[in-house]
């Protein structure tokens, strides 16, 4: 799994829109298997919000890595501020 359908996956089983399920990342010793990529299906009603949740995880997340350096980001703030204010309006 890419790391970006990895964080939709984490947002989606937080808002409880998917069960939790067991990501095997194992790599066998032979030749790797061909296998089909994973699809992920989401209720259209709730993609929306689910989407903005995934973007406010990863800007908190790059918000503290950069406030343990000593930065600040003014536009990731207002861009996360305005994220919380859609979200509450949902």
């Known amino acids: 799994m890419r790391a970006g359908a990895l964080l939709v996956a984490a947002a989606l089983i937080l ?3 998917m069960k939790k399920t ?3 990342a194992a790599c066998p ?6 296998h089909e990529p994973e699809t992920i299906k989401v209720p259209a009603a709730s ?3 689910d989407s ?3 973007r406010l ?6 918000s503290m890595r950069d406030e343990g350096r000593g930065i600040v980001d003014l536009r990731r703030e207002r861009e996360i501020q305005k994220i919380m204010g859609e979200l509450k309006t949902k």
């Open 15 to 17: 808002a409880g829109c």
């Open 52 to 54: 903005l949740k995934v």
């Open 57 to 62: 995880m990863g800007l908190l997340l790059e």
């Open 22 to 24: 067991t990501v095997v």
């Open 47 to 49: 993609f929306q919000k």
């Open 29 to 34: 010793k032979t030749a790797p298997e061909v």
